[in-house]
């Protein structure tokens, strides 16, 4: 994200706006075209000589926050090591213990100063097995400025290609590869992460967020949960207005609760909300509203509004959710397809509320007559997992749950107490017919009446 010095926002009344850049400017696509260049060029130099051309840019652009931000942006997806053929502590350690063997403490210069400075780094070099250059170099390779730029986006140095796995990299980024749905720089990429990345600075303060999704809900709240937001969680319709049932939601609204109400006006919550934010543009359709709090100095602090939705053109850099979290979920859709039945199988639309958390069943079945089921399948999991999972579904208690369990975990028909006539046990995987007749028992008529 961008820090906060590096935040453009405006305020407006009782309302705050992040200062979007037109992402179709061409004098904005220029500057970023020419930063990823920087960036590509300068592959396996130092980061100081980075920084230093980064910083000639700055000058020559009148925009500096907005050059600095994007470059900011950049380095987040940079990782800068330490190059040296000899950990940079060993060469030192040996250049001053031999130092120490020809100078004294305190001297004049002499004539021959140079020449004794030459016999030092010549016999540590022959000592290390390395070069004359590399001693030099890698004496201090392990400040910042002398560290090395190994790999940008997707493209590495071939320096570090060669190198062993095993060498230690620093990520500034600070988050796993995995957390990101593509590692390829380009203009586009860099622009519109930029315009998110200023809506994120402007909730490293919120006190409070309201998001309303009507897609990829498995993905939206996988990340509430991943940030620690603390959340309660309404069905709404179409428009966004609340229903009495998850049976008749188009989609659900979540309220995020933040630092003001918990943390004593903590930074630290609202930091983890503009974690989250990202999560939201891998929907289709979203709307988010939050509380800022506006510290001015003033004797009295005031609570802004900051709203925001897809129609904003944002871009996320998370990864959405796989169509399926296990094998048995995507052999069981497969079978579906082929089997002869009216009833549906409809991938996780539904979303229970279950105070603290919430679960996300893998599956509902519907018919077409209105009726409908919720299905959930326990599979191969730890044995921490699946006391989770059981609490979650002994929670949820709906009466029309229907749930699969693998016969290899350590669980029984007493630990679905209440519901284990509502249990359907396989071994290597579920048939269509058995999960159809389960749904013909205990699915209930979903209403039309909101």
């Known amino acids: 994200m961008l820090t906060a010095d590096l935040a453009r926002s405006r305020i407006h009344e009782d309302s705050i706006t992040p200062l979007f850049i037109d992402t179709d400017e061409q004098q904005y696509r220029e500057t970023a075209a020419e930063l990823i260049k920087i960036f590509e060029e300068h592959l396996g130099e130092p980061k100081g000589d980075l920084e230093d051309t980064i910083d000639q840019l700055t000058i020559a652009d009148t925009d500096y926050k907005i050059v600095q931000g994007l470059a900011k942006l950049l380095k987040d997806e940079c990782e800068f090591e330490t190059v040296a053929p000899v950990n940079p502590r060993e060469i030192r350690k040996a250049l001053f213990e031999k130092a120490n063997e020809s100078y004294p403490i305190v001297r004049q210069p002499t004539l021959g100063e140079d020449t004794q400075k030459l016999r030092v780094y010549s016999s540590v070099a022959d000592k290390l097995g390395i070069s004359l ?61 930029y315009n998110l990345a200023l809506a994120q600075a402007v909730l490293y303060d919120a006190t409070e967020m309201r998001v309303r999704v009507w897609d990829s809900f498995a993905t939206v709240f996988s990340y509430v949960k991943l940030f620690g937001l603390i959340h309660r969680i309404y069905p709404i319709d179409s428009h966004g207005n609340r229903v009495g049932s998850t049976d008749v939601a188009d989609g659900y609204e979540a309220t995020l609760d933040g630092a003001a109400s918990l943390f004593s006006k903590s930074r630290k919550y609202g930091i983890r909300m503009a974690n989250f934010l990202p999560a939201l543009p891998l929907c289709d359709r979203w709307e988010m509203e939050a509380d800022i709090l506006d510290e001015d100095g003033g004797s009295t602090d005031r609570t802004l509004l900051f709203e925001l939705d897809h129609t904003e053109g944002l871009s996320s850099h998370y990864s959405a959710q796989s169509d399926f979290d296990s094998d048995v979920e995507r052999t069981l859709a497969q079978k579906w397809e082929r089997a002869n039945t009216d009833w549906e199988l409809v991938r996780e639309d539904d979303v229970l509320d279950l105070g603290a958390e919430v679960m996300l069943p893998d599956f509902a079945i519907e018919h077409p007559d209105g009726r409908r089921v919720v299905f959930e399948i326990v599979g191969f999991w730890t044995p921490e997992y699946l006391d989770e999972k059981l609490g979650k579904i002994r929670d949820a208690d709906r009466e029309n749950l229907i749930v699969a369990v693998s016969e290899r975990l350590d669980c029984s028909s007493e630990d679905f107490d209440g519901m284990d006539d509502r249990v359907l046990w396989f071994k290597s995987g579920i048939h269509v017919y058995d999960v159809v007749e389960l749904a013909e028992e205990y699915a209930v008529e979903v209403s039309s009446v909101q």
């Not at 400040?143 to 060498?167: C, H, I, M, P, T």
């Open 133 to 193: 250059e590399e001693c030099y170099q890698g004496m201090y390779a392990d400040l910042e400025e002398n560290k090395r730029l190994v790999r940008f986006g997707n493209r590495v140095s071939d320096e570090y290609e060669q190198k062993d796995d095993s060498a230690t990299t620093t990520r500034l980024t600070g988050d796993s590869e995995e957390s990101y749905a593509e590692d390829s720089i380009t203009v586009d990429w860099l622009l519109t992460r």
